[in-house]
């Protein structure tokens, strides 16, 4: 790369879904390379598919990225502004012999491709009305037929480029489809030229996508030769997979693919960029340090260490990346941020905000994602759990739960609430005196209070309670062993 040229680089999503995660990871790798060579980095929305584009995805788009806290130097730009643009580096095209119209109807297009399917024929456009004479088209217009406007690959030609990811690359001009549509008939410009004279007008000094784009790209260069652009450098970074190596989609995995999903179920910004940074490029110097933020290795990023294979969506990972940024966050970060969460399944005002920051205390280190918030502390707001369950009852019926239960009920009023330390002494002197002791003495306590064995410190949990709710619990469990 030359070192005078100005680094100018850009996401270009299209607002026919939602913000997709490999757009993001994209995006991040984007947002780094411009960082560490002090370069621009462009939105551009390319909603040029009137039918498909939506004004809510767009929205969603902007949204994600501004949670994400990926910040543009320009844009967005949209595509729908710029169609003159298209349309004139079209006729020029036209007018130098570069580009043909094209009248092919859909069903003699339909008619090629079948018999090539029977030949076992690679499908593709033949080109044939490449070379039309002026009769032809006259024909054609008086048959009233539309045209589109085809760009004239050149033939059997070798498209090379240096990938800053891929290394050396090479794809045929032959096995691209034939020439390629550039305009539809109304005048509306198709992806792989629109892209061209954007980038190319935006001055875009490195095109950094998704390896889906190899064969674009080999389109693509021949297109900006003829539009008189300087080429662009590429880089292609894998696409991400599920572990059975299939793409993300929608239909089969629902929606880990938009990120609005860990927007709604409580994952932290950071954790995510991390993760999907980190998913497919390591530290130079310090490949083992998995946990990083984005400015703070900007200047060790470099496309080239970005791996070749493909990425693996790997949801335990992730959860480990955002449990680590959970816990880095304080109490108040943490309520802040899951307020939307607790708000929609618990009755907070049962609680003086103190102990309801407690609560957070106990659980976050097991926490996820933000979500699980309300179910992990909902014992300490009712007592809707299940004492049936096979594991609870085989704890419940053990012969000592009956007197813990009992005598813990005859020291509740002289109970320190307030001490949770104390609390666990005064049930540590009630197992003393029963001779029991560890989880025959902790577990009926435990699940009579909380529904489970597992969970926080006992004496934290009798604390946090109250003597109120104690009381009725135990009760409860007591009727239960009846
Ligand atoms: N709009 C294209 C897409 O969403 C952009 C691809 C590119 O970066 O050139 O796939």
Not at 30 to 45: M, P
Not at 84 to 112: H, I, M, P, V, W
Not at 413 to 441: M, Q, R
Request: aromatic fraction near 10%.
């Amino acid at each position: 790369m030359s070192d005078k040229k100005e680094v100018r680089v850009r996401i270009a999503p299209s607002p026919t879904g939602s913000l997709h995660l490999g757009t993001v990871r994209t995006s991040l790798y984007n947002y780094l390379f411009s960082k560490k060579h002090k370069g621009k980095f462009i939105l551009r929305i390319e909603d040029t598919d009137q039918q498909r584009n939506k004004d809510e995805y767009t929205k969603e788009i902007l949204d994600g990225f501004k949670w994400l806290q990926i910040n543009f130097d320009e844009g967005p730009y949209y595509q729908s502004e710029r169609l003159d643009l298209y349309r004139k580096s079209a006729q020029k095209l036209l007018d130098e012999g570069k580009a043909y119209n094209c009248f092919a109807t859909t069903e003699e297009l339909d008619a090629l491709r079948k018999s090539q399917r029977a030949a076992r024929m690679p499908e593709k456009y033949d080109n044939r009305h490449r070379n039309l004479t002026e009769d032809q088209k006259k024909k054609f217009l008086d048959e009233g037929r539309k045209s589109v406007i085809r760009f004239k690959l050149p033939d059997n030609t070798e498209i090379k480029w240096n990938d800053e990811i891929r290394g050396y690359v090479s794809v045929n001009t032959n096995d691209l489809g034939g020439d390629p549509v550039i305009m539809r008939g109304d005048g509306i410009p198709l992806y792989n030229f629109a892209v061209v004279i954007d980038d190319g007008d935006m001055r875009i000094s490195h095109v950094i996508r998704g390896d889906d784009h190899l064969h674009n790209t080999a389109k693509q260069i021949p297109i900006f030769q003829a539009l008189g652009f300087e080429v662009p450098s590429f880089g292609h970074a894998p696409l991400i997979f599920t572990h059975d190596r299939e793409k993300l989609s929608k239909r089969k995995h629902g929606d880990i693919a938009n990120i609005d999903k860990y927007q709604r179920e409580g994952y932290l910004p950071e954790a995510l960029a991390n993760y999907l940074v980190h998913m497919s490029w390591t530290r130079p110097d310090h490949p083992e340090d998995e946990i990083f933020r984005l400015n703070d290795v900007t200047n060790e990023f470099s496309l080239d260490r970005i791996s070749k294979s493909p990425a693996v969506y790997d949801l335990p990972k992730l959860h480990w990346f955002n449990n680590h940024y959970i816990k880095e966050k304080t109490t108040q970060e943490i309520f802040d941020l899951s307020k939307r969460f607790l708000e929609k399944e618990l009755d907070l005002s049962i609680y003086p905000k103190e102990q309801i920051f407690q609560m957070i205390d106990l659980v976050k280190s097991g926490l996820n994602k933000l979500d699980e918030l309300p179910g992990l502390i909902r014992f300490f707001f009712d007592d809707k759990f299940d004492l049936g369950s096979s594991e609870n009852q085989k704890i419940l019926s053990g012969e000592n739960a009956r007197k813990i239960f009992d005598k813990v009920i005859q020291v509740l009023n002289s109970l320190n609430f307030s001490d949770p330390h104390a609390c666990k002494l005064v049930v540590d002197e009630i197992g003393k005196g029963l001779s029991v002791k560890g989880k025959d003495l902790y577990w009926p306590l435990r699940v009579a209070l909380s529904g489970s064995n597992k969970g926080p410190d006992l004496g934290l949990i009798i604390s946090l309670l109250g003597k109120e709710k104690v009381k009725s619990r135990i009760e409860k469990a007591l009727r239960v062993l009846v």
